[in-house]
T-cell receptor, first 111, second 114 residues
Framework: GDSVTQMEGPVTLSEEAFLTINCTYT??????LFWYVQYPGEGLQLLLK?????DKGSNKGFEATYRKETTSFHLEKGSVQVSDSAVYFC??????????FGQGTTLQVKP | KAGVTQTPRYLIKTRGQQVTLSCSPI?????VSWYQQTPGQGLQFLFE???????NKGNFPGRFSGRQFSNSRSEMNVSTLELGDSALYLC?????????????FGPGTRLTVL
């Protein structure tokens, strides 16, 4: 069935470090892929998306490339800031429209 | 353009009571979905409404219900509250179809059941 697997957290980094959060998916067909971010006490915000294979989504210095061959959509950022501390969710819509989420990866960035 | 709004932001209820949560989608969006977020189960799909009709439903008991109005605003209701219903309830809106349109989330309603 449809599923998303994200790397276990928490991920703890120092400011300006390089970030990678792994995401792999199992889906029927080739759905759009999304990264959402949740800051403490808030709802989910769309971070970036990619709609087809080899598309690269980017926003606020974050990037992710839709890899059909490896069914992956890893999130990267070259230099993290303390303000990036949050929970990150990888997701895609099932063929009924409901979003299939990973379990979330908590990122803690220390000054 | 205003985002998805949810009211109230916080609720405290006791077991056995019922509660109604409200969601106003982004202007022009006609599909509204509801999700429950808990530390143990993560994000789980409750239901989706489009044109005042429930189009999809998740695996929740009948105590969870919803509706959508002609202006696309949606409400969800939980009756006979249980302790396990304590969660963050998130509403998401999309233009027409969540399979092809991006879903945008509101800030959520934090429900605490005592």
């Amino acid at each position: 069935g449809d599923s998303v697997t994200q790397m276990e957290g928490p991920v703890t980094l120092s400011e300006e470090a390089f970030l990678t959060i792994n995401c792999t998916y199992t889906a029927t067909g080739y759905p759009s892929l999304f990264w959402y971010v949740q800051y403490p006490g808030e709802g989910l915000q769309l971070l970036l998306k990619a709609t087809k294979a080899d598309d690269k989504g980017s926003n606020k210095g974050f990037e992710a490339t839709y890899r059909k061959e490896t069914t992956s959509f890893h999130l990267e950022k070259g230099s993290v800031q303390v303000s990036d501390s949050a929970v990150y969710f990888c997701a895609f819509p099932s063929n009924t429209g409901k979003l299939i989420f990973g379990q979330g990866t908590t990122l803690q960035v220390k000054p | 353009k205003a985002g998805v709004t949810q009211t109230p932001r916080y609720l405290i209820k006791t077991r056995g009571q019922q509660v109604t949560l409200s969601c106003s989608p982004i202007s022009g969006h006609r599909s509204v979905s509801w999700y429950q977020q808990t530390p143990g189960q993560g994000l789980q799909f409750l239901f989706e409404y489009f044109s005042e009709t429930q189009r999809n439903k998740g695996n929740f008991p009948g105590r969870f219900s919803g509706r959508q109005f002609s202006n696309s605003r949606s409400e969800m209701n939980v009756s006979t509250l249980e302790l396990g219903d304590s969660a963050l309830y998130l509403c998401a809106s999309s233009l027409v179809d969540g399979t092809t349109d991006t879903q945008y989330f509101g800030p959520g309603t934090r429900l605490t059941v005592l």
